[in-house]
């Protein structure tokens, strides 16, 4: 470790205070970014292979041009007319097949926020259903739902996520693990009628991203949300992780095979300028608006919707999502060919742009291998890759590069992880 780094460590732990979370035992100093590259303050380039709010990538100079133009024209809040922000929600609501209106936000745990006190004003209920291994955001209301227990908590129950790979169902056939897990969300809305509190909804993210992206049984969430609405609740899906085309599709919903009354969004929207949204069925954010005359100082901004507007002319001109199911299969397959060879990888999972790589201690018993996954986001970085662990028990190796990596940047990473694996395996 270099003398400067010690020294802004010192600094940052006096100004930041101690304790936060830093990736890698080395930290990276990053000073400058550029499409998937991001460069070190030693000299060094990296190639992020981990960021998925630069989805247009890193300093792309449309978002830059439109944001610098804004910001040297006007910004207010949203109490006045304005109609660049009337634009840019009537085309993110056109991204959906359903009628929608906009709430817009700064951040995904507001939108997922929002999402909640709309759900609790739409159907009269209180009660939320998430998963286990969930992260929605870090507020007292959304905080309730990180790794929330299965029962216990007045108004919050989850339930175990669905997963084919391990846990108590993966022995079954795919039709009765998807019965297994439905039978929970079942019990979860059972609980609550038995202490009399009435459903509001299930939020979940239609991949599980933070879970650790399982695959999930097919039918799942379709089930899910037949079962919520039947119980008088609202199907909210956060797309924070698995919106705006990371997947190849424009929402995670799609590949889930379901259709949410409500959609969180957030990280990608603005490449980097806090822009989030709740977006749902017109009559739900008709009564939110009626009943809390909603106000956030910094949302729904002309700022935010020069980003975003920037964001989607980018998505639409560059033909993103094309390349992001190009080279996302080319990504996996590359990934199948490698853990083919290597048994510290027991499954290679995801869709589009979103890649996870499973270390095990062993194939046959699927112990998780939190520390391998670790030391390969280490090795990796150390040849210049940046990614990270995670999921339920930190041993998916995530790969989410900004959705501007092409075949090239897949063949550089693929031949490090070769490398990676071979050093692992002496
Ligand atoms: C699925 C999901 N939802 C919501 C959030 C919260 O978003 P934010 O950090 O912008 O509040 C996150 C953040 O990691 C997330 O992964």
């Not at 590359?334 to 742009?353: K, S």
Request: overall charge neutral; proline content about 4%.
């Amino acid at each position: 470790m270099t003398r400067s780094i010690d020294e802004l460590l010192a600094r940052r732990n006096r100004f930041l205070g101690r304790g936060a979370p830093l990736f890698y035992a080395e930290p990276v100093h990053l000073v400058r970014g550029e499409g998937v590259w991001l460069y070190g303050a030693d000299g060094r380039r990296y190639m992020d292979l981990y960021n998925n709010v630069p989805c247009v990538g890193h300093a792309h100079p449309r978002v830059v041009e439109a944001l610098s133009r804004q910001a040297a024209t006007h910004n207010v809040h949203s109490r006045y007319l304005d109609e660049k922000i009337i634009d840019y929600a009537e085309r993110l609501a056109g991204l959906h097949a359903q009628e929608m209106s906009v709430v817009f936000a700064c951040s995904g745990t507001e939108a997922n926020e929002i999402a909640m006190r709309m759900a609790r004003i739409g159907s009269g209920g209180q009660g939320f259903i998430c998963t286990n291994a969930a992260y929605h955001g870090n507020s007292a209301e959304v905080g309730k739902l990180t790794h929330a227990p299965l029962r216990g908590r007045r108004d919050v129950h989850a339930i175990p996520f669905p997963e084919r790979f391990r846990g108590p169902a993966k022995d079954l056939p795919e039709s009765e693990q998807c019965a297994f897990f439905l039978a929970e969300v079942d019990k979860a809305i059972a609980d609550f009628a038995q202490q009399g509190i009435p459903l509001a909804g299930m939020l979940v993210c239609p991949i599980l991203a933070n879970e650790g992206l399982p695959r999930i049984p097919k039918g799942f969430m379709a089930g899910a949300a037949e079962r919520v609405r039947a119980a008088g609740g609202l199907f909210i899906c956060d797309e924070v992780q698995a919106g705006f085309c990371r997947t190849g599709h424009w929402w995670g919903y799609q590949v889930a095979e379901v259709v949410p009354d409500i959609v969180t969004s957030g990280k990608p929207m603005g490449n980097g300028l806090p822009l989030a949204a709740c977006t749902a069925r017109r009559a739900l954010v008709d009564r939110f608006r009626e009943q809390t005359r909603y106000f956030n100082t910094f949302a729904a901004s002309p700022l935010q919707a020069a980003a975003g507007m920037a964001v989607l002319d980018v998505i639409e001109a560059e033909d993103v999502r094309g390349n992001v199911n190009r080279t996302g299969a080319l990504l996996r397959s590359g990934c199948e060919a490698l853990a083919n060879g290597h048994a510290c990888i027991g499954d290679v999972r995801g869709e589009g742009l979103f890649v996870g790589l499973e270390w095990v201690k062993d194939r046959s018993s699927r112990e998780a291998d939190r520390e391998g996954a670790v030391r390969a986001a280490n090795l990796l970085k150390s040849r210049g890759f940046l990614v990270s662990n995670a999921g339920a028990l930190g041993n998916v190796l995530k790969i989410r590069p900004p959705l501007v990596f092409n075949s090239e940047h897949a063949g550089l990473f693929l031949e490090a992880l070769d490398s990676v694996l071979e050093e692992m395996g002496r």
